[in-house]
């Protein structure tokens, strides 16, 4: 990128003085007669080269630049294009600070190491999104062809969430082998157990096969968790998860963009299932460079107990969200179909439209988390995300396609800043224990949400009364987080972990 402007005193001060935004320069060096070549001091450029020549009129500037994201580096290479381009353009746009970098970066400059951990974890999301919604896509047309009702729907719902008791010993292993080594595991069984449900002869099979194959996509979710939350800074946690959230949606999105195969006739669902297959080559990817924690790594207490009071508070906070989060997110697709008379095609359409967007909550909500403090931005955006969900199983026509965004927006909104919790509040030697447990309690408040709107269905209630009734618990989560929660933003997590 060369750019050249008049010289003057005002723009050759500035575009000789080292940058200090996304990227920190060192001071520079002279080349070439009278070149300035400024380098990386500190930043996520794996390269980086500017070189400022003037002449009797004019100063031009030069840069050259190289990140490695992995993955992802399609989505961040136009924003970080333009942002050093603007950067550069005007006199006074050099010297930025860190309150004013972009809104889609992380509160804190992220080095090379964490860069490249960030875009695989967040390749690791996406598989493990697609395994852990590919059954609940697609299972109201697996129950149509198996001639399932509403009954047996959320008996297999909660069936494949009670699965989850198969996390238990893989949070344990990571905690004693090893965050990296249960990873690589799990990055390549989810999809591989996952994928056989396409072969499942009848309905109990394909529920059997999904109920250890959605496990260990969950145990490979919580683990990158993990591995963020003791890798990025921190001032960066809740965003890191907010990426990862939001390269979940886009998995889950790969899952939803599939439905259309269902329309090719009664198994078409089938179709669906055998697409996990490809995210076997994230696995090679993951299983190439991904290195251990580095916290795990280090010296650390290995037999530390969990602390009981905060583990209960979370639990008891995840069951009340899931209570609903669950049933509205499982029997969407069965409204649209049995309510709307929407098609397979038509549902796809509705979900990308409605969810995909709202992922920029994620990553608003994942920057609000870790610059202004978790709590009030829970207590604020999941009671309205409550709200806006149930509207959504009310109304019909544009109302129910805003709502739905509405809804999925505050959602991601409030998502980092819940799920950084798990991971903050519990030392290096127990972390990846608790955060399997906690993953537990979640999917028994989704279990209990599934059962309890499957019976209520079945005896005539209607959507929205079912859901009005779900929607309770998101109030209790949110006066648990006020009046149990510690603040944990801008601290480490040696200082948050220990008991008070």
Known sequence: MTRSWALSPQSFSTLTTPRNDIIVEAQPTIVDGGTYLFLSREGPFSHWERRVTSTSDTITERTTYRIDIPWFGWVFSLPILLFVRRSGATPTAT???????????P??????????????????????AFTNTVFTQTVTFAADDFGVGNTGVGIAGALVRAGILITIPLAIAGDRIGRRKVVVAMAWAAPIVTAAGALAPNFPL????QSIGRPLGLALDFLIAVIAAEEMPRGSRAYAIGIMAMASGL????AVMALPLTDLGPSGWRWVFAITLVWLVIAVDIARRL???QRFSAPHAKHVRLHRRRFATLAAILVGVNLLVAPASFFQNRYL??????????????SLATATPAA?????GGRAADRRGRRHLIAVSLPCAAVLIVASFSVGGVPMWATAFGGGLLGGVAYPALAVYRAELFPTGNRSRAAGLLTVAALLGGIGGLLGAGA???QGWDYRSVMGVLMVGQFIAVVLVLAALPETAQKELEDISIEP
């Open 291 to 293: 290195p251990e924690s």
């Open 251 to 254: 998995g889950a999105g790969v």
């Open 360 to 364: 920029i909550g994620l990553i608003l």
């Open 456 to 458: 209520l269905l079945d």
């Open 95 to 105: 010297h930025q600070s860190a309150a004013t970098l972009p809104w889609w970066a």
């Open 107 to 128: 509160p804190d400059r992220l080095n090379v190491h964490q860069v490249m951990i960030l875009g695989l974890l967040a390749a690791a999301a996406m598989s493990s």
């Open 337 to 350: 179909s049995d309510v709307r008379e929407f098609s397979g095609t038509s549902i796809s359409l509705f």
């Open 206 to 209: 394909l529920v059997a096969t």
